[in-house]
């Protein structure tokens, strides 16, 4: 058996002293050059902000246009826990607020004052700031026109076309015309909108939805044609629902939506740069809006899908699918709830199971649209607000950028 090593008798631990201090002093100066990399790890992320939130819409002018209307509704909503605003600024083809690129364009032959003249985005910014609420303008039509504005009128060549040349589609806001999202001239107006958005307002972000899109019969317009034939030495498909035709369009639209997105962040870098479209499946099937990817790619800040269902068993399984559970690990996503619409309330009971249905799976929620919330409801207003508190038991600030 070998035994193990001694220190020979005549070597005194005097003789040893200076190899172990010399060993002593690298090990530390070995550790302490290691620190440095330490401190260049990540910071722990902060947890991602629940949303709670509610569209503004152009039905709610008469409050957006009486500031004493305003402060109580942002009042009331800061009390409820609700944290975040989404006010219309971009509806049937026109602004909602003094626009000097809408004048230039001749598409504005008026303005949205409140009433006492003043501007009415500008306060209701001040006054949901006041309350510590978010602001995200909502550019409400995207590439959406009715073909009676002055925008359509004014400006034929930006409109796209079906394949027998008609020019319309019938929505939920009626018959619209659809801007040519693959046009360089729609593409600069649109920016340029939003841009000034951005910087003339104290916005936290700017909000995009299911318009932001084009429906799959479009994209026949002399325009498009050309640049599809000049990229692919070959004419548009006849079929509208061509696979290779959706994704040329699609990504297209995908390209602008990363240029929007890089030219609003040069001017606010912090920015929420939010998208509420349809659930994935038909928002690319049949509106070439490829939102997944804009996810993916980083374009998007904050999502909310809009599942706008009547009960229970229809609204569950659209919450539960692998996009929206993918978007989740990325970024703040939340479900868009009906409140109710003028000609069809909604049930507070309704509201409140489609809450917490969300609210179980770790989703926020945006409401459709402040005016129903309580004001046109089937409930009085202080039990349809007794419900909301319900819902948001505890404050749930987001920071301000």
Do not use: C
């Not at 990399?37 to 569209?55: K, N």
């Not at 501007?119 to 409400?140: C, G, K």
């Not at 307002?201 to 932001?212: P, S």
């Amino acid at each position: 058996m070998q035994r193990s090593r001694s220190v020979p008798s005549g070597v005194s631990l005097k003789r040893l002293f200076p190899i172990l201090a010399l060993i002593s002093f690298i090990t530390v100066l070995l550790a302490n050059s290691f620190t440095p990399a330490r401190a260049q790890l990540p910071t722990p992320e902060i947890p991602r902000q629940e949303i709670r939130g509610v569209w503004i819409t152009s039905n709610d002018l008469d409050i957006l246009k009486d500031r004493a209307k305003v402060q109580d509704a942002t009042s009331q909503l800061r009390r409820l826990n609700f944290n975040t605003l989404y006010p219309v600024v971009w509806n049937s083809g026109y602004v909602m607020y003094p626009s000097p690129v809408a004048q230039r364009k001749g598409i504005q032959p008026f303005v949205y004052k409140g009433t006492d003249g003043h501007d009415i985005l500008a306060d209701l910014i001040v006054q949901s700031h006041r309350q510590n609420l978010l602001v995200i303008p909502w550019f409400e039509f995207g590439f959406m026109a009715p073909p009676t504005s002055e925008l359509a009128i004014n400006h034929p060549d930006w409109l796209t076309q079906k394949q027998d040349g008609s020019q319309t589609s019938i929505s939920a806001a009626g018959e619209v015309s659809w801007l040519n999202p693959f046009h360089p001239e729609v593409q600069q107006f649109i920016t340029d909108l939003v841009l000034e958005v951005v910087t003339k307002y104290d916005v936290d972000g700017i909000q995009f939805d299911d318009h932001m899109s084009l429906p799959r019969e479009f994209g026949y317009d002399r325009y498009t044609v050309a640049l599809y034939a000049r990229e692919t030495n070959n004419n548009p498909p006849t079929n509208p629902d061509d696979p290779a035709w959706i994704q040329w369009r699609a990504d297209k639209i995908t390209a602008f939506m990363l240029q929007l997105n890089q030219a609003v962040k040069s001017q606010k870098p912090k920015a929420i740069f939010s998208v509420s479209p349809n659930y994935y499946d038909f928002a690319y099937k049949l509106h070439l809006q490829d939102w997944l990817t804009w996810v993916r790619m980083n374009i998007v800040d904050e999502l909310i899908v809009q599942v706008y269902r009547h009960d229970l068993n229809s609204f569950t399984p659209k919450i539960v699918l692998p996009e929206i559970q993918e978007s989740q690990q990325r970024i703040p996503t939340g479900i868009g709830i009906m409140a109710g619409l003028r000609n069809r309330p909604v049930s507070m009971q309704q509201i409140q199971a489609q809450v917490q249905a969300a609210q179980e799976r770790g989703l926020g929620v945006t409401f459709f649209y402040y005016e129903s919330l309580w004001e046109r409801a089937p409930e009085p207003v202080a039990e349809r607000q007794a419900a909301f508190q319900n819902l948001f038991r505890t404050p749930a600030l987001r920071a301000r950028i």
